[in-house]
């Protein structure tokens, strides 16, 4: 009988021992390459029957019902849904949390199946404007959202891995969706801006609006034309008091 220490990844039922019984080598493995079938002359390969065995092979019907296979099968996906976190998570988890202390703004994104290299270019290209790529598993933002001002934000990050993109500044939102202008590997869901969850649209809007500074200059000046057209106008109202007040002491002499 042929040893078949070597091909344990065979099933034993799969294979028709008798075709090669008779065989004797003298080491583990065998020597022999080929056996003589039937008729004369005609020589089939070993591994030609073990292919031919399996091909032919047909698994055992199953004797019991499918309502009891299929609680077998997925008897466990329930325990797994929530398992522990692993130490690299949680190191993870707070890392994003110390990112987040300081930013004015976060958006998420869907990720449509980028590769690794299409990730390292959008990370350099990213930060090379002023803003943090963050690619994690969905299960790593809802820890790092959880008891923040960032909690409403989970519900956002869908998929395997979704996409975060975070900012010191709020002003750049204008400059973000000049950088994502006609991509589709990316999809941009909705983000936090000045302590308010808003949508795509409210994100477009707040980017429409100007700038903090130049509003801030603007308000100045404003209020600069005001004081100074105060400022003038009380100066001619005194003149012409001080006028009046000359005349009424000329008349009394």
Request: aromatic letters at 8%.
């Amino acid at each position: 009988m042929i040893c078949l220490r070597h091909h344990q990844w065979l099933r034993p039922e799969a294979i028709n021992l008798q075709l090669v019984a008779g065989i004797k080598h003298r080491s583990r493995t065998p020597r022999v390459r080929s056996i003589q079938t039937k008729g004369k002359g005609r020589v089939k390969p070993f591994n030609r029957i073990i292919l031919d065995t399996l091909i032919d092979w047909k698994p055992p019907e199953e004797s019991r019902p499918l309502r009891e296979t299929c609680e077998m099968r997925f008897a466990n996906l329930e325990e797994e849904e929530n398992p522990p976190l692993h130490p690299y998570e949680q190191i993870q988890i707070r890392l994003l949390q110390n990112q987040l202390v300081t930013c004015r703004l976060a958006v998420a994104f869907f990720n449509f199946n980028l590769s690794e290299e299409s990730l390292d270019t959008y990370f350099y290209k990213f930060r090379y404007h002023g803003f943090k790529f963050i690619v994690r598993p969905s299960r790593i933002f809802e820890h790092a959202f959880k008891d923040t001002k960032f909690g409403n934000m989970a519900s956002l990050m869908t998929g395997q891995k979704p996409i975060l993109v975070l900012s010191d500044d709020e002003a750049s939102v204008k400059n973000l969706f000049n950088l994502v202008k006609g991509e589709r590997n990316m999809l941009m869901l909705g983000g936090f801006y000045l302590d308010r969850l808003l949508s795509v649209q409210g994100l477009e809007e707040a980017a429409a609006l100007s700038d903090l500074t130049t509003l801030r200059s603007e308000l100045l000046s404003v209020t600069l034309s005001h004081s100074l057209n105060l400022r003038m106008n009380l100066q001619q109202q005194q003149i012409l008091l001080c006028r009046q007040l000359e005349q009424i002491k000329d008349l009394k002499r």
